[in-house]
């Protein structure tokens, strides 16, 4: 029996060649304005139309400011991209959710949140991330410019077909602990390239109980196990997030579209090519402690003595943790922090900041701490407003920011100063990753929320 990544990934061929890659058809390409520039160049120079426009969605994200969006972005090279997308899909009659648009934000939290992203599709863009969209049972992953205009061009793309992997996460998930740590956890047991070549399916008890925006944030950290993406069996959780948005399927193509939806799943036989099970009761609240994701610990845990390292890990071992300026065998609950960061495409949706707002709620953020709260889209900042999040993040000494990327990424003003700590809900840790010299923590929303309030790295539960 095949897996779900096989029924979708071969109801997708259009042509095999022989020796060579698959030719996929896609059903949806997402484009932001960093990657998409030269594509859109190739496809002039070739005189080439886009083929099925209404297919593909764009917007810009990454360079926009999070403060007075009304304004011009100030750095010219993130003005002209932006500006770049807005002719590129004009010329080209694509649609496009403009900046100072309450359709604008982050990417992978806009095509859920809209219903543009369905299960059994094929979901493609030009950001490492698109894994994200895995949740909703769709297989996305992230593509590279010219394979951007192979898709703008034909809706087609060449890919080898990758192998598949299962990941079940049993059990129940103790209090204080969110998808955000059960993914942090799954890095560090694999590392960055425990995955490299495979498709991973989540399962297991913790995966069925979780909320979409947890399946979400989940998927969206597939790629930093070097996996292709990630996805989420189609089920109940997943219809009722779906229903009634935007471009979801109505009336009697609903129904239609549900009845095959509910034929996604693999088979009580299905043969995976690898298969890993993990127990909830191992995972605690986590963060990292070196310059890529799967370098973590449980927040009460230590960093690994230097003889627990493999000695040809070693050198890069040391090299991180002198950037990051730690000690190995040392405890990283207490070290102080300067900067927190609630935000992301990983954990931008408005569960996150319930979580938040729960654990500073009648407190006060510590005056030492500069904290950015970055919503991934206007729905999510007017759901904050309605649930009276606002008040209370405003109360505990907090300002809600606009929507956008921000300090995921160095790409716009919201960057962390050099040799500063950053405890960020965001999906990378590398050098300079939130600003040149910038040290990054990952963590999850709960973590990021205990870390503003005392100033430090501190366990959530003790909140």
Known sequence: MNTLFDKIWDSHVVQIVKDG??????DRLYGHEVTTPQAFDGLRQRGLKVFRPKQNFFMPDHNIQTHDQDKPIADPVGRKQVDTLDKNCEEFGL?????????????????????????????????????????????????????????????????????SMRI??????????????????????????GATGYFVEYAGDVVRDMTMDGRLTLCNLSIEMGARGGFVAPDETTLEYIKGREYAPKGADWD??????????????????????????????????GTNPGMGIGINGSIPALD????????????????????????????????????????????????????????????????????????????????????????????IRQPGCSACLAMNDDKVPAGKYSVSTSNRNFE?????????????????AAAALTGKITDPRTL
């Open 256 to 289: 239609k579209a549900v009845a095959y939806w509910k034929t996604l799943k693999s088979g009580d036989d299905a043969v995976f090519d690898k298969e890993l099970v993990f127990d909830a009761d191992d995972i605690e609240p986590r963060i990292t402690y």
């Open 21 to 26: 890659p698959t030719q996929l058809y896609i």
């Open 168 to 193: 079940s996460v049993n059990g129940k998930l103790k209090p204080g602990v969110t998808a955000k740590d059960v993914a942090l956890y799954l890095m560090s047991k694999l590392t960055t390239s």
């Open 432 to 448: 300079g990753r939130q600003g040149p010299g910038s040290r990054t923590i990952l963590a999850s929303p709960l973590v990021a």
């Open 95 to 163: 649609t496009e959710f403009k900046m100072n648009t309450e359709d604008n934000g982050i990417i992978h939290v806009i095509g859920p949140e809209k219903g543009l992203s369905l299960p059994g599709m094929t979901i493609v863009c030009g950001d490492s991330h698109t894994s994200t969209h895995g949740a909703v049972g769709a297989v996305a992953f992230g593509i590279g410019t010219s394979e951007v205009e192979m898709v703008l061009a034909s809706q087609c793309i060449l890919q080898q077909k990758p192998k």
């Open 308 to 399: 627990e390292i493999p000695e040809a890990e070693r050198a890069g071992f040391e090299k991180s943790l002198k950037y990051m300026g730690f000690k190995p065998g040392e405890k990283l609950l207490g070290h102080p922090i300067d900067y927190v960061f609630l935000g992301a495409c990983t954990n931008g949706r408005i569960e996150d900041f319930r979580a938040f707002a729960e654990i500073v709620k009648g407190k006060h953020k510590a005056e030492n701490v500069v904290a950015w709260l970055v919503p991934g889209s206007h729905l999510v900042a007017k759901q904050i407003k309605e649930e009276g999040l606002d008040k209370i993040l405003t109360e505990a000494g907090f300002a």
